[in-house]
């Protein structure tokens, strides 16, 4: 992968995303689809997404955010395109912030 050509999806899913199993739905999925980045949980109830990959992966990632696991409600996400750093090696929860 050249990672000056690939993408890096930014998102903030917002609605009742935390407490629900929704960083292990990304991960699962992320992973799944053979991205790198990390996905996690803000005080302000969001979950924000740094996904990097081939952008067809990314997109259907991007898709999953909006349907989220079965016990979450999702009510908006909100999506910023980049170009990838290339300075992940795999899929990981980060800290709260």
Same mark, same amino acid.
């Given at each position: 992968?050249?990672?000056?050509?690939?993408? @890096?999806?930014?998102?903030?899913?917002?609605?009742?995303?935390?407490?629900?199993?929704?960083?292990?739905?990304?991960?699962?999925?992320?992973?799944?689809?053979?991205?790198?980045?990390?996905? @996690?949980? @803000?005080?302000?109830?969001?979950?924000?997404?740094?996904?990097?990959?081939?952008?067809?992966?990314?997109?259907?990632?991007?898709?999953?955010?909006?349907?989220?696991?079965?016990?979450?409600?999702?009510?908006?996400?909100?999506?910023?395109?980049?170009?990838?750093?290339?300075?992940?090696?795999?899929?990981?929860?980060?800290?709260?912030?």
């Amino acid at each position: 992968m050249n990672e000056t050509n690939s993408p @890096r999806l930014h998102a903030i899913v917002e609605g009742h995303v935390q407490g629900v199993g929704f960083r292990a739905f990304v991960i699962r999925r992320a992973s799944s689809l053979g991205l790198t980045g990390w996905v @996690r949980n @803000r005080w302000d109830g969001t979950v924000e997404v740094v996904a990097e990959g081939e952008r067809p992966d990314l997109d259907q990632l991007a898709s999953a955010l909006q349907r989220g696991p079965a016990s979450s409600r999702v009510t908006k996400v909100q999506t910023d395109w980049k170009e990838a750093s290339g300075e992940f090696t795999r899929f990981s929860v980060k800290a709260t912030v």
